[in-house]
């Protein structure tokens, strides 16, 4: 229960930080006062009128932000700030986390499907071909991570990181992790649903205050995934000197980082060549990560 | 129990947080005329609507991920087994996956990931 | 009260203007690209203020009625070095010579405060089609099949061109406005999915305007469809300073090469070419049309866009020569 407050501190943080740092990377300065700047973009959109399109599915096209939002939230939800300091301490985090991966691509799909118009659409189905496989290799990867903490839980991977961060142990694994954080929060390289050659994909309808909300829920995936990478691969709350919640933020702030950079700097490359790619050079390579960290776990 | 009823909890907060943003009050300006409602083509227009049975491309793709899928929910028990079992766990592990390898690599030659 | 708070707020964030591009209006885009207090947006829906750049053709009224339609409240519109249509009232021009800046940001911060009314519609408050409701949801018709909400038909069936397969085909009209195809071009195209099965030029692309910079534009428009939109407005910049300078080695570096696959090796030596500032040659054989048969969204957009101004108008003329009779066909129907 005292983690609550805590969850939505990080994603705030996480949200406000994320937003500045995309500024920096994309060396768009405006205003000068870049801290403020997200506040002002905020209320921007809160200024602008919501537009409707011919017959949407008026529901769906609402929830799909709130779907987004909650499933960063219950990702969150499953990593500890501390030993024993973490909202829902499930013996089975992996399963939970990967779970929401999986409803990602689908509020991902509704928020396209429901405008009725056809870029969105494109983009909510084109989403689903990249974003299927690419959820199969963060569940490998994981599982990769769970198998010296012998648990399913993200504190007991957490706590099996005290002598080597996965990181280390497991070369392969962050690298393709951090891939899938690309692709469930639309950025750069996977950004395969609001992408800017369907001229904003799942979100080239979306105006005013629902766009903001949907550019928060996605912002809050990616501090959620940044967190859990920072958890599973970085030894989360681990570390000297100061007190676990701060060593977490540190190591979430960080990924965040080079997931913008990465976002900014990588071309996205057309959806079946990416398809492919993910299937027959990073599934295999997942498939080694697994390996390794089984060979590494028994010597 | 709590667990569960801590993450529902969160979950709700989360949305409780968004959902003003889908109801917002204040909104500056003139109505929404049925001009304002035609789909966004860069000036263009659609003659019938977007919702149709769309071709998706990758529907065999989707059937391998079953497979895939299905194979994860055995790992999950796997691995927590997996160092008291030892190097009986990696070799059988390792069987399924080089199974599941054969899949993908007849997928392929079937052009499962060419888009079409 | 709060929405003067609000308003204060949001007049210092940058203003999202969404620009429809006539004759050189892709030059004059590049010139706001390094401005950073405008923000230029990919959909309209995302904008607040529709700047309208440069000579358009009459063709492409209705385009623009229809374009300023689909902003949100509170919006404007301005004509820069472009004759502002009958139906603008109040209307903001801008001579082609003159930057646009401060009065795109004073006529923002106007709307936001609610000293500037927003633009009422142009077209008349009715449905896109005629309204033929039948049935119990006045979809006309059962089910999916057949019937016309919201005066529109649903989509029809129709067969695929690789599998044969009876599935939907969709026939919408993209451009002459739409960011990422050359400024002008308008295309009818037949969908399945996101694959393109048929392609007509509506209305073809402006006339090459000769500059200079043309390559690095069109290199910044190709670059955008590849989502390195920082790049993009790097090679929109220096298409403003004449110089390609580590254009090309910062592309490299972000793989834009490297993202086109081996089927798209035609757009990959093009795209070499516009960021060195050059144009690659191409025999111009073949109609961009036919070239575009069977290609998937992201592709054919990065195909349309890397054909340099000549080539285009070569390959893609305003009447297609030959119209067969099948396409005749689904206009009827769709009638």
């Given at each position: 229960m005292t983690a609550i407050p805590l969850v939505f501190a990080l994603l705030a943080a996480g949200i406000w930080f994320a937003a500045i740092a995309e500024r920096f990377a994309s060396a768009?300065?405006?205003?000068?006062?870049?801290?403020?700047?997200?506040?002002?973009?905020?209320?921007?959109?809160?200024?602008?009128?919501?537009?409707?399109?011919?017959?949407?599915?008026?529901?769906?096209?609402?929830?799909?932000?709130?779907?987004?939002?909650?499933?960063?939230?219950?990702?969150?939800?499953?990593?500890?700030?501390?030993?024993?300091?973490?909202?829902?301490?499930?013996?089975?985090?992996?399963?939970?986390?990967?779970?929401?991966?999986?409803?990602?691509?689908?509020?991902?799909?509704?928020?396209?499907?429901?405008?009725?118009?056809?870029?969105?659409?494109?983009?909510?189905?084109?989403?689903?071909?990249?974003?299927?496989?690419?959820?199969?290799?963060?569940?490998?990867?994981?599982?990769?991570?769970?198998?010296?903490?012998?648990?399913?839980?993200?504190?007991?991977?957490?706590?099996?990181?005290?002598?080597?961060?996965?990181?280390?142990?497991?070369?392969?694994?962050?690298?393709?992790?951090?891939?899938?954080?690309?692709?469930?929060?639309?950025?750069?390289?996977?950004?395969?649903?609001?992408?800017?050659?369907?001229?904003?994909?799942?979100?080239?309808?979306v105006s005013g205050p629902h766009r903001l909300a949907w550019g928060i829920a996605r912002l809050a995936m990616l501090t959620a995934f940044a967190a859990m990478g920072a958890s599973v691969f970085l030894g989360g709350y681990l570390g000297p000197w100061l007190p676990g919640p701060a060593w977490l933020a540190l190591k979430t702030a960080a990924l965040l980082l080079v997931l913008t950079w990465l976002g900014c700097n990588l071309a996205r490359m057309p959806a079946p060549r990416m398809m492919a790619a993910l299937w027959l050079v990073l599934l295999p390579l997942s498939f080694l990560d697994l390996v390794i960290a089984g060979v590494e776990a028994l010597l | 129990m709590g667990a569960l009823a801590n993450l529902i909890l969160a979950m709700a907060v989360g949305a409780a947080l968004l959902l003003p943003m889908l109801w917002w009050p204040m909104q500056l300006g003139g109505a929404s005329g049925q001009s304002q409602q035609v789909p966004f083509l860069g000036g263009g227009s659609q003659s019938a609507h977007a919702w149709q049975r769309f071709h998706i491309r990758y529907y065999p793709m989707t059937l391998l991920f079953i497979a895939f899928e299905m194979e994860m929910m055995f790992m999950y028990p796997w691995a927590v087994v997996y160092v008291e079992t030892g190097i009986k766990a990696l070799a059988e592990m390792g069987m399924f996956l080089s199974i599941l390898g054969v899949g993908i690599v007849y997928a392929w030659r079937e052009g499962v990931f060419r888009w079409q | 009260?709060?929405?003067?708070?609000?308003?204060?707020?949001?007049?210092?964030?940058?203003?999202?203007?969404?620009?429809?591009?006539?004759?050189?209006?892709?030059?004059?885009?590049?010139?706001?690209?390094?401005?950073?207090?405008?923000?230029?947006?990919?959909?309209?829906?995302?904008?607040?203020?529709?700047?309208?750049?440069?000579?358009?053709?009459?063709?492409?009224?209705?385009?623009?009625?229809?374009?300023?339609?689909?902003?949100?409240?509170?919006?404007?519109?301005?004509?820069?070095?472009?004759?502002?249509?009958?139906?603008?009232?109040?209307?903001?021009?801008?001579?082609?010579?003159?930057?646009?800046?401060?009065?795109?940001?004073?006529?923002?911060?106007?709307?936001?405060?609610?000293?500037?009314?927003?633009?009422?519609?142009?077209?008349?408050?009715?449905?896109?089609?005629?309204?033929?409701?039948?049935?119990?949801?006045?979809?006309?018709?059962?089910?999916?099949?057949?019937?016309?909400?919201?005066?529109?038909?649903?989509?029809?069936?129709?067969?695929?061109?690789?599998?044969?397969?009876?599935?939907?085909?969709?026939?919408?009209?993209?451009?002459?406005?739409?960011?990422?195809?050359?400024?002008?071009?308008?295309?009818?195209?037949?969908?399945?999915?996101?694959?393109?099965?048929?392609?007509?030029?509506?209305?073809?692309?402006?006339?090459?305007?000769?500059?200079?910079?043309?390559?690095?534009?069109?290199?910044?428009?190709?670059?955008?469809?590849?989502?390195?939109p920082d790049l993009a407005r790097r090679a929109q910049i220096s298409a403003m300073r004449d110089s390609a300078e580590g254009l090309l080695a910062a592309a490299r570096r972000c793989g834009a090469l490297l993202a086109l696959p081996a089927e798209l090796a035609d757009v990959r030596a093009r795209l070499e070419a516009a960021l060195r500032g050059g144009t690659a040659p191409d025999p111009g054989e073949e109609w961009l049309v036919d070239r575009l048969a069977g290609m998937e969204w992201q592709s054919a957009l990065l195909r349309i866009a890397s054909f340099d101004p000549a080539t285009l108008a070569q390959i893609a003329p305003a009447a297609e020569p030959d119209e067969d009779e099948e396409d005749g066909d689904e206009k009827e129907r769709a009638a």
């Open positions: 768009r300065r405006f205003p000068s006062a870049i801290v403020l700047a997200p506040l002002w973009q905020a209320a921007r959109l809160l200024s602008q009128q919501r537009v409707r399109t011919e017959y949407p599915d008026a529901l769906n096209w609402a929830l799909a932000p709130l779907v987004y939002g909650a499933l960063a939230v219950a990702g969150l939800s499953v990593v500890p700030f501390a030993p024993g300091l973490v909202v829902a301490p499930l013996d089975t985090g992996i399963v939970l986390w990967g779970a929401c991966e999986a409803l990602t691509i689908v509020a991902v799909f509704l928020h396209g499907w429901s405008a009725n118009s056809m870029l969105p659409l494109i983009g909510g189905y084109r989403f689903v071909a990249i974003g299927l496989p690419a959820m199969l290799l963060s569940m490998f990867v994981l599982i990769a991570a769970a198998l010296p903490a012998q648990s399913l839980a993200v504190g007991a991977i957490v706590e099996s990181q005290r002598s080597m961060w996965n990181m280390v142990r497991q070369p392969l694994g962050l690298p393709l992790f951090l891939l899938l954080g690309l692709a469930i929060s639309l950025r750069g390289p996977m950004d395969y649903g609001d992408a800017s050659d369907l001229s904003g994909g799942t979100a080239a309808e | - | 009260m709060a929405v003067r708070a609000l308003a204060w707020l949001a007049e210092r964030s940058a203003t999202p203007v969404y620009i429809a591009c006539g004759q050189d209006g892709d030059a004059m885009a590049a010139r706001l690209a390094q401005v950073p207090a405008i923000s230029l947006q990919h959909s309209i829906r995302h904008a607040a203020i529709l700047l309208v750049a440069g000579p358009y053709r009459d063709a492409d009224r209705p385009a623009l009625r229809r374009l300023h339609d689909q902003l949100p409240h509170p919006r404007a519109t301005v004509w820069w070095g472009a004759v502002p249509l009958a139906e603008a009232q109040d209307a903001v021009t801008i001579a082609q010579g003159d930057h646009p800046v401060a009065r795109l940001r004073r006529l923002d911060r106007n709307l936001l405060r609610g000293e500037r009314a927003s633009e009422p519609d142009w077209l008349p408050d009715e449905p896109p089609n005629e309204w033929r409701g039948k049935g119990d949801h006045g979809q006309g018709g059962e089910g999916m099949m057949g019937g016309v909400p919201y005066g529109r038909p649903m989509a029809m069936m129709g067969e695929e061109m690789r599998d044969a397969l009876m599935l939907d085909a969709m026939t919408i009209t993209i451009g002459p406005f739409l960011r990422t195809l050359p400024p002008g071009l308008s295309l009818e195209l037949t969908l399945q999915g996101d694959v393109i099965q048929q392609a007509r030029v509506v209305t073809p692309a402006y006339p090459a305007s000769g500059g200079a910079s043309e390559p690095l534009l069109r290199a910044a428009r190709m670059l955008e469809s590849l989502g390195l």
